[in-house]
C-alpha cells in the first residue's frame, strides 16, 4: 500500500513552515543534504538519478519552461520519497516493488500537485466564483504559484468543480459560433459545456465583441456563472462555476443565460 500522496506533502510543507505561494521547492529540497537538482539537456522532463550512500540527483530539461521544470522537480521528489520509505522497511532505496509502474507515477504525479498546490492555498482563489473576475482571478493565480495553466486549471477542477476551458470560433461557414477548444474538467463536464454551447443565447453573449465576457443562468435545477475573456486568434477561455446542485450531473440540459 502506498502512502496518501497529500499526507506525505503536508508533513513536508509543515516542516519547512511554507504557508505561502509560491512553494519554494529549493527550501523543500534542502531537508536532505544528499539531494540536489542539476540542469541539463533531455530528450524528457527529468528523471531520479540514485546515487547509491551518495544520495540521489533530479534531473531536469533545462529547455523546458520554468512551471514545467517545477512540476518535474517535484514529481521526482516523490520517487525519492517512495524510495526512502521503502528503504525504512527493507534497507534497500527502491521505488516499492509488486506496485504497477503507472500507479507509482501517478502516485508522484498527485504527490508533486499536492505539493504545489495545497488545497488550502488554492481553495480562496476560488471562494468567490460568481463573481465576472473570476477568469482573471485564476490566470492570475497560475503566475502567483508559478505553475503552468494546465497544470492549475485541473486543480481548481479537483478542489471546487469550478470548470475552465478554452473555446474556438468555427469557421464563417457555421455561422461563427464557438466549439469547446480545450477542456480542464472531467469527461462529463465537456459534455456539459458541449451542451451550454448549443443554446443559441449563450452563443450570442460569446460572439459580443467586449473583451470581458460574463452571463449566468439556469437549465433544470442547475445554475452556472461564466466568466471569460477573450483570446487573439478568435478564441475564448472561460470558468464555469456550476451550481451545488448540478456540479457533477451531466444528465439535464442546460437553457440559456438569464
Not at 542539476?38 to 546515487?51: Q, T
Request: charged content about 25%; overall charge positive; proline content about 6%.
Amino acid at each position: 500500500m502506498l502512502p496518501k500522496p497529500e499526507q506525505i506533502a503536508q508533513r513536508l510543507l509543515a516542516r519547512t513552515a511554507l504557508a505561502r505561494p509560491p512553494i519554494n521547492l529549493d527550501k523543500v529540497i534542502a531537508i536532505w543534504s544528499n539531494l540536489s537538482v542539476v540542469e541539463e539537456e533531455l530528450d524528457g522532463s527529468g528523471y531520479l538519478l540514485p546515487l547509491g550512500k551518495l544520495g540521489a540527483e533530479i534531473v531536469v530539461n533545462k529547455s523546458d519552461a520554468p512551471e514545467r521544470r517545477r512540476f518535474t522537480i517535484a514529481h521526482e521528489l516523490g520517487h525519492w520519497v517512495l524510495g526512502l520509505i521503502w528503504q525504512k522497511k527493507s534497507g534497500e532505496f527502491q521505488q516499492p516493488p509488486q506496485i504497477p509502474r503507472a500507479d507509482i507515477e501517478k502516485w508522484c504525479d498527485s504527490f508533486a500537485t499536492n505539493l504545489l498546490m495545497p488545497s488550502e492555498l488554492v481553495r480562496p482563489w476560488v471562494s468567490e466564483w460568481r463573481k465576472p473576475t473570476l477568469i482573471d482571478t485564476l490566470l492570475r493565480a497560475c503566475q502567483t504559484f508559478n505553475v503552468s495553466e494546465q497544470a492549475f486549471f485541473i486543480r481548481v477542477w479537483e478542489l471546487s468543480k469550478v470548470q475552465v476551458a478554452t473555446l474556438k470560433s468555427r469557421s464563417e461557414q457555421h455561422g461563427g459560433d464557438f466549439e469547446v477548444e480545450q477542456n480542464f474538467a472531467g469527461r462529463e463536464n465537456q459534455e456539459r459545456l458541449s451542451e451550454l454551447l448549443q443554446a443559441p443565447a449563450v452563443q450570442t453573449q460569446i460572439r459580443l465583441g467586449s473583451p470581458i465576457v460574463f452571463f449566468s443562468g439556469t437549465g433544470r435545477g442547475s445554475s452556472f456563472y461564466c466568466s471569460g475573456r477573450r483570446l487573439p486568434g478568435n478564441r475564448v477561455i472561460m470558468a464555469i462555476g456550476w451550481g451545488e446542485e448540478g456540479r457533477c450531473s451531466s444528465g439535464s440540459r442546460t437553457a440559456g443565460p438569464s
